[in-house]
């Protein structure tokens, strides 16, 4: 069966690392038909706006989405609505993606790579299930005025709305639940609830679900700042992780660089339809085209891909295991290597992506 993939480069490193997933995809042998648009500053630049209405109208025609990165250091002094990241949050919006799942997983290999000592972060194996399309993102009113009150009143402010509804926490809370239940049988639920009204219902709503569909998966409460803690104090003991959005934005980012490099971390952004894949890393423009950047997570978003929306399991085992294997057999890039790393074993993005088909 035939599968429609929209490939969304993007900005800064998104083409470099993008190319390398692509040539991984066409190394599987299978059926896809791959359709190219922009998004991002890319996109602004050629269309006048980061998510052209040609570019989301592919999103929703397409089985699967493989997204690169956005963001430029040049398109700073837009407008809000015109920055490059906009295209993200409009993908998400439009398309439902409402749960996040990270994984931040530490390959043995890379133990070495981590900041942690090796006893500390070995056997990390976590993902965050981090909420979407609701919070301080996406929460109305918005905007700037003149304070009306607080400390001092008459001064220009700027403003945003931290909201959940029920249904919001239920359905992220499920996702995480049954992920649980495919891994360790844990959740952790991260909130602000001696502080956050909506944490308290977070929290409030979590605990409903849980006792009501899934008394089999335990369940244990953090509050944002000790998770921040705990995960470089004992990463190893998390399974699952299920957070608001502003939350699992910050955390994900700690976990992903408590493994060694944000360029190993992939992720998924599902909904009722059409997935988005991406790293969990940003554009990077600053070493965009010195062909130096670490392909792997986006890489390893393409086994997400086939294991997500097109039930491929053994495929993405097959991805999975190459990648440990180049790693096996001493290739590193340069966010990835250490000083016992020979610099003829540090290679750049396109060798990479390279030695990954080699092994496939």
Avoid at 88 to 97: E, T, V
Avoid at 114 to 123: F, W
Wanted: aromatic letters at 6%; one cysteine or more.
């Amino acid at each position: 069966m035939s599968k429609k993939i929209a490939v969304l480069p993007g900005d800064g490193i998104g083409p470099e690392i993008v190319e390398q997933a692509v040539k991984v995809l066409k190394a599987l042998g299978c059926d896809f038909e791959m359709e190219y648009a922009d998004v991002g500053g890319v996109a602004y630049a050629n269309h006048g706006h980061p998510l052209p209405e040609a570019t989301l109208k592919l999103a929703k025609e397409s089985d699967a989405i493989l997204f690169g990165a956005v963001g430029d250091f040049k398109y700073d002094h837009l407008e809000r609505h015109l920055r490059p990241e906009q295209a993200i949050l409009g993908l998400r919006k439009a398309l439902g993606l409402f749960a996040n799942l990270r994984p931040a997983k530490c390959f043995k290999e890379l133990t070495s790579a981590s900041t942690l000592r090796e006893e500390v972060v070995s056997g990390l194996d976590l993902v965050i299930v981090r909420e979407l399309t609701g919070d301080i993102y996406f929460g109305t009113p918005r905007g700037r005025r003149t304070a009306p009150d607080g400390n001092f009143p008459g001064a220009p402010e700027a403003f945003d709305t931290m909201r959940y509804t029920v249904p919001e926490v239920e359905r992220i809370a499920r996702v995480a639940f049954e992920a649980a239940r495919k891994r360790r049988g844990k959740v952790t639920s991260v909130d602000k609830a001696n502080v956050l009204e909506t944490s308290r219902l977070w929290r409030e709503i979590v605990h409903r679900v849980h006792d009501a569909d899934y008394a089999d998966v335990e369940l244990e409460d953090l509050l944002v700042d000790n998770t921040a803690m705990q995960l470089i104090n004992r990463p190893a003991d998390f399974d699952v992780v299920v957070t608001e959005n502003m939350f699992g934005d910050i955390l994900s980012d700690e976990a992903a660089q408590i493994t060694g490099s944000l360029g190993m971390l992939a992720s998924a952004s599902l909904g009722d339809g059409v997935a988005l894949y991406e790293p969990s890393h940003g554009s990077a423009p600053d070493i965009a085209g010195r062909g130096i950047a670490n392909p792997l997570a986006q890489i390893l978003s393409v086994e997400m891909m086939l294991r997500y929306s097109f039930g491929m399991g053994e495929a993405a085992d097959d991805i999975r295991r190459a990648v440990t294997e180049v790693l096996d057999a001493g290739w590193r890039t340069g966010d990835i290597k250490d000083a016992e790393t020979p610099a003829d074993k540090v290679v750049g993005t396109a060798k990479m992506g390279d030695l990954v088909v080699e092994h496939l």
